[in-house]
């Protein structure tokens, strides 16, 4: 077991803190149960730094395996005491690169991930994530509410449910979910003064990694106005807009790409170094987020009721001509639809 003074690691000053290493986090995870009957609406996904949400109780650890393969990692459901009310929230946690930070952005299982979430009832999700910063206002260690995203990912990554012979389009002009973006920024901005720095909206540009980019390719990404930078938001959002998950990034920038003076270039240190530093603001904005989420009055929105039934829209190809390797898939994830 290693100790580490979070001191030594940042500016707050926090006490000692244990930090688990990846091999007794999933020895502790096995332990749990691998059922979970209670609804769970709300999920969490965690990035770069964020491997688990320290503070919350852990009820169980699923692994469901999906048509699309298993998920990153286990997923853990976790009993958040709400702070206003005396509810207790089931949440579902997943970690994007997997317990060891083992999985690549382009290896991410993201069509799994999203699918083995909507099994188990989840129907909306805070995702998040470490960028690179494109604009000199937003230092280090903001947080960004993106509203909008440039794909710069090189088509590698699965990023549809719906191919093989089943044909559908949904509408992605605004990648994220304005409902829950709302409940976050609301949140976000009743910590400011207290370490949180938060900037309302932002263009995220998600490039395929996993290298940095160029100098002159950041340079671009500023001139076509983009806010901050990583290369985990696609083909998430995308998945999660198909499967009528309501989705929201919650992004902490670590640096400032490659375009600024003051940077040679980012290194895997400094996005490190500053998320370490600023886990604990990380920590309570989720906290905050999922306390206001568990309210009665946004009941409708965590079950994302605005995107049910949308999917059905959206198919071009009619059921009869449906391939049925296809259909076998789709309805496991959509068992009331089709
Ligand atoms: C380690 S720096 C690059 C890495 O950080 C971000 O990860 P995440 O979005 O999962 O927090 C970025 O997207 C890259 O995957
Ligand atoms: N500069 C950067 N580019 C892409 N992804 C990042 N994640 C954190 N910093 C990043």
């Keep these: 077991m290693r100790w580490v003074g979070l001191r030594q690691l940042s500016s707050l000053s926090k006490p000692l803190r244990r930090i688990e290493s990846a091999k007794q986090l999933a020895r502790r995870m096995a332990s749990l149960p691998d059922t979970y009957d209670g609804p769970v609406r709300i999920a969490v996904i965690g990035g770069t730094g964020l491997r ?19 998920p990153s990692s286990p997923i853990t459901i976790l009993h958040h005491q709400c702070k206003h009310n005396d509810k207790v929230v089931a949440v579902a946690f997943l970690s994007r690169h997997g317990l060891h930070h083992q999985l690549a952005p382009h290896e ?75 409940v976050v920024r609301a949140c976000g901005h009743s910590l400011e003064g207290d370490g949180v720095v938060l900037h309302d909206q932002g263009t995220l540009v998600c490039i395929e990694g996993p290298q940095f980019s160029t100098r002159a390719e950041s340079k671009v ?25 309501a989705y929201q990034m919650i992004c902490m920038s ?67 001509h449906w391939n049925p390797e296809a259909r076998k898939k789709l309805s496991w994830l959509f068992p009331s639809y089709f």
């Design 52 to 70: 688990e949400l320290p503070g919350f109780t852990q009820v169980a650890s699923l692994s469901p395996s999906t048509p699309w393969g298993t």
């Design 108 to 182: 991410v299982p993201a069509r799994a991930n999203i699918a083995a979430l909507r099994s188990i009832g989840v129907r909306s999700i805070i995702a998040f994530s470490a960028v690179g910063s494109l604009q000199e206002a937003i230092k280090p260690r903001d947080f960004v509410i993106p509203d909008q995203i440039i794909d710069r990912t090189k088509g590698v990554r699965p990023w549809t449910f719906f191919e093989g012979g089943v044909v559908a389009h949904v509408p992605f002009g605004d990648p994220f979910d304005e409902g829950i973006a709302n």
């Design 221 to 245: 990404y500023r001139s076509w106005g983009g806010s901050v930078i990583n290369m985990s938001a696609l083909p998430e959002a995308k998945l999660a807009r198909e499967a009528e998950i």
């Design 254 to 320: 670590t640096d400032y790409d490659c375009w600024h003076e003051s940077t040679a270039g980012v290194t895997v240190e400094m996005v490190m170094g500053h998320m370490k530093a600023n886990a604990e603001n990380a920590r309570r904005f989720v906290t905050t987020v999922l306390d206001a989420l568990a309210g009665d009055e946004h009941s409708e929105l965590v079950q994302a009721k605005h995107l049910a039934g949308s999917i059905k829209f959206g198919v071009s190809t009619p059921q009869p």
